[in-house]
């Protein structure tokens, strides 16, 4: 696996004591530097190098902190660089100021260098998810899925992935336009979210790969009954997707190219399970390959359907086993 980057941080303060020895701690906590005087010099390192993130002085020449804090959030490049203000005045003025123009943290001087880094360590793990995050749903986008599945493969753990995908989702869209489309994706994400916090054991993650396609991490177990509980409130969630008329039909009618009549599935879902407890999981991309072909499976299954991976480790690939199905409606 290649070594991480290094994430990069903007020390802006004109006491050169105070950038020496934040420089230090940073190098030795695994952090690039990048060092600045003033405001000025910090406003145009910022806009240069566009640092994760940048530890800021209030009290400075040229420009103070405040004013420094303005013009990068002005600024599209810079507006979302994530900011922490370094200060010896900590009123409440000063604070609300600071805040209202987009200061992410404050930290009073003198400060101990623990607290710093942990103050960085937080808002960088913030910011980081921010910008993961999937617009429409509001969950942890790819950059976060990996990370958090890289931590389920060395925990030494059992862990299992489920991958969760709308079927017929194209033709849903195409029947009841992008709005609706987008109204099934924020459901299904509700019903993750839900069925998560009734059924699993408190430590799960759920993230959004893109469009329709999402995926959970839980125990072995957990993973089970949550997936059976999106099931069960995915199909009673249909009346308010699909029209009574299409339920009462059993497929969506649309009028093709040609003038044809076309008929398509109504929309379901696909749950499919890999986890370290039936085969050895040793990166990212296994869980990926492994998820593949079990999910294949299991979209060649009318309706919704839950199916897990049943290799045993070293073994060759087998079918995967049908944990529940539901009938479309019909």
């Not at 076309?262 to 040793?282: E, K, Q």
Request: aromatic share 6%; proline share 3%.
């Amino acid at each position: 696996m290649a070594d991480k980057k290094r994430e990069r941080i903007l020390v802006v303060d004109d006491e050169a004591s105070i950038r020496k020895i934040i420089s230090f701690q940073l190098d030795k906590a695994g952090y690039d530097t990048i060092l600045a005087v003033n405001g000025r010099e910090g406003v145009d390192l910022a806009r240069k190098h566009l640092p994760d993130l940048i530890l800021l002085d209030l009290m400075m020449p040229e420009l103070n902190g405040h004013e420094v804090v303005e013009l990068l959030r002005k600024e599209f490049q810079t507006s979302q660089i994530p900011i922490i203000i370094l200060t010896a005045k900590f009123g409440k003025a000063d604070r609300m100021a600071g805040l209202s123009a987009g200061v992410n943290d404050y930290l009073t001087k003198p400060f101990e260098l623990n607290e710093l880094l942990a103050r960085i360590r937080n808002v960088l793990e913030w910011s980081k998810k921010q910008r993961s995050a999937n617009p429409l749903t509001g969950l942890p986008g790819n950059i976060c899925i990996e990370e958090e599945l890289e931590k389920a493969i060395h925990s030494g753990r059992s862990f299992a992935v489920a991958y969760v995908d709308l079927d017929n989702f194209k033709a849903y869209n195409d029947h009841y336009g992008y709005n609706q489309g987008d109204a099934a994706i924020r459901e299904i994400a509700r019903i993750l979210i839900d069925s998560a916090a009734a059924c699993g054991d408190g430590g799960e993650f759920i993230g959004h790969i893109g469009g329709d396609d999402f995926l959970y991490i839980a125990s072995p177990e957990a993973s089970e009954r949550i997936g059976n509980q999106v099931i069960e409130q995915f199909d009673r969630s249909l009346k308010n997707l699909i029209r009574p008329d299409d339920l009462r039909r059993g497929h969506i009618e649309v009028i093709g190219r040609t003038g044809d009549l076309m008929r398509f599935p109504l929309l379901s879902v696909t749950i499919a399970i890999v986890g370290s407890d039936s085969c050895r999981i040793d990166h990212v991309a296994q869980v990926g390959d492994m998820a593949s072909e079990v999910k294949r499976q299991g979209k060649s299954i009318e309706g919704s359907v839950l199916v897990k991976d049943r290799r045993a480790d070293g073994e060759a690939e087998t079918d995967p086993i049908v944990l529940r199905r539901r009938e479309s409606h019909g």
